[in-house]
């Protein structure tokens, strides 16, 4: 009986503990991560942002040629069955889309899910002029890189007219433009998650992308349909920091999880123990 009361004891001493704020840091995000630019940014940038549409229903009526020429639409491809990932580049960007894209792949390839099984990705061509076997060169490149060939259906890299490029970026929020002197486009490095049903879930900046952030946040905008058990109880425990760009964790809720954990494993060894009472007093008495 000592014994079993010095482990009660501890896991009461456990469950007390895993309640307390200093079981967690205090402190998602240090100081030294924060950077605030307050320059002015290039003549040529002005105007390019990112106007972000959360929840915003993404115009999937748009029609678009695949690698092979032919017309889709895009909820053909956001059929409402798991997230999709757009990106908006083109193939003769002279760097970022390619930084994009390599930082991109190198996520990917770091995530258990793959491409056209738990999620699809669409690469629209920011260059109304530009061609399907452009388009199919450069998806073959990637593809390459990303090293799982499963993924090509699951992957699509579209051409089209300015105009339906043009009212895809205003409904994702990507405001880019022309540099006629540079002959080039200008435009934002952004991911954009987009729920099974078409709305705008997440927003991801840069050009290289951290997987667990990219993992969770696919499992944050597949709305449950995708996501494991563990997925959700990573999420419970980690909020999205839309000013950080980044999960963080919450201290509130990584309490009542250590909390709710510690008082299972105590409900558990008290019934395992009154369960071995009650036996020993049958046998007891007979």
């Avoid at 999709?84 to 760097?95: A, E, G």
């Avoid at 579209?158 to 022309?178: F, H, M, P, Q």
């Avoid at 509130?252 to 019934?271: E, F, P, T």
Wanted: proline residues 5%; hydrophobic residues 40%.
């Amino acid at each position: 009986m000592a014994h079993t009361s010095r482990v009660l004891l501890f896991l009461v001493a456990l469950a007390a503990l895993s309640l307390t704020p200093a079981s967690v840091g205090a402190e998602p995000v240090s100081a030294s991560e924060r950077v605030e630019r307050k320059e002015a940014p290039p003549a040529r940038l002005q105007g390019i942002d990112v106007v972000e549409h959360l929840d915003s229903r993404v115009a999937l009526d748009l029609v678009f040629n695949d690698e092979e020429g032919r017309p889709v639409a895009l909820s053909e491809i956001a059929d409402g069955s798991v997230p999709v990932i757009f990106t908006l580049n083109y193939s003769n960007c002279p760097m970022l889309c390619s930084l994009q894209l390599s930082g991109f792949v190198k996520a990917l390839k770091q995530l258990d899910w793959t491409a056209g099984k738990q999620f699809r990705i669409v690469t629209v061509s920011l260059d109304p002029a530009e061609k399907p076997n452009h388009a199919r060169e450069t998806k073959q490149k990637y593809l390459a890189l990303y090293e799982r060939p499963e993924a090509a259906p699951g992957w699509r890299f579209l051409t089209g007219s300015e105009r339906n490029i043009r009212a895809l970026a205003d409904s994702l929020g990507v405001k880019y433009g022309y540099n006629e002197k540079r002959n080039e486009y200008v435009h934002p490095a952004v991911l954009t998650l987009v729920t099974p049903d078409g709305r705008i879930g997440r927003y991801m900046y840069g050009i290289e992308y951290h997987p667990k952030t990219l993992r969770l946040s696919l499992a944050d905008v597949s709305e449950g349909k995708v996501g494991s058990t563990i997925d959700r109880l990573i999420l419970y425990c980690f909020h999205y920091d839309e000013n950080e760009g980044r999960y963080a964790p919450v201290a509130r809720n990584i309490m009542r999880v250590g909390g709710a954990l510690a008082i299972l494993l105590l409900g558990g060894v008290l019934g395992s123990f009154w369960l071995t009472e009650l036996r020993r007093k049958k046998r007891g008495t007979t």
